[in-house]
């Protein structure tokens, strides 16, 4: 209780999938708004190993538009 909205970018191949589900789960069932951003086929920090490709911009701006939301509803 009293968390702030969440994001969570998850991975198809991260090792951790499962455990962001669960955490994701947790949040909701907790009522913290959370936002799920799945990338399919993808490893941990591919945004990092490959930032022109256009599914890293996609991932990115999702995170980023997420936070500016949040930001601009606190005003």
């Known amino acids: 209780k009293g968390l702030p909205p969440a994001w969570i970018g998850q991975c198809g191949l991260d090792l951790f999938f499962a455990e962001y589900d669960l955490?994701?789960?947790r949040l909701k069932a907790a009522g913290v708004e959370c936002d799920v951003s799945v990338?399919?086929?993808v490893p941990h920090?591919?945004?990092a190993l490959c930032p022109d490709e256009a599914v890293s911009k996609e991932f990115v701006n999702s995170?980023?538009?997420?936070?500016?939301?949040?930001?601009?509803?606190r005003d």
């Open 63 to 73: 995170a980023m538009e997420f936070l500016g939301r949040k930001l601009k509803s």
């Open 23 to 25: 955490y994701a789960s």
């Open 45 to 47: 920090a591919f945004e």
């Open 39 to 41: 990338v399919e086929g």
